[in-house]
């Protein structure tokens, strides 16, 4: 059973990118997340890790539909 909460270096993990920019992303509050415990260390919620990653989809498939690729001239 895959556990409810991520760690920041978790996300980082899934997502393919540094842990700094996961950091990034949840203090920006791009990517919501939750601060638990004493020390408020950030956790994730694998739910809203799923929900960013297909709004991340829809945010690409709009921006590709108006930025489309530049003709190239045939020779």
Do not use: C
């Not at 540094?18 to 020390?39: C, F, N, T, W």
Request: glycine fraction near 6%; hydrophobic fraction near 35%.
């Amino acid at each position: 059973m895959e556990p409810r909460f991520l760690l920041l270096s978790d996300v980082a993990a899934e997502l393919n990118v540094s842990d700094s920019q996961v950091y990034h992303m949840v203090r920006s509050g791009e990517l919501p997340a939750i601060k638990i415990g004493g020390r408020g260390q950030w956790r994730v919620e694998r739910a809203r890790l799923e929900e960013y990653i297909q709004h991340k989809y829809t945010e690409t498939a709009e921006w590709v539909q108006n930025n489309p690729l530049a003709e190239r001239d045939t020779e």
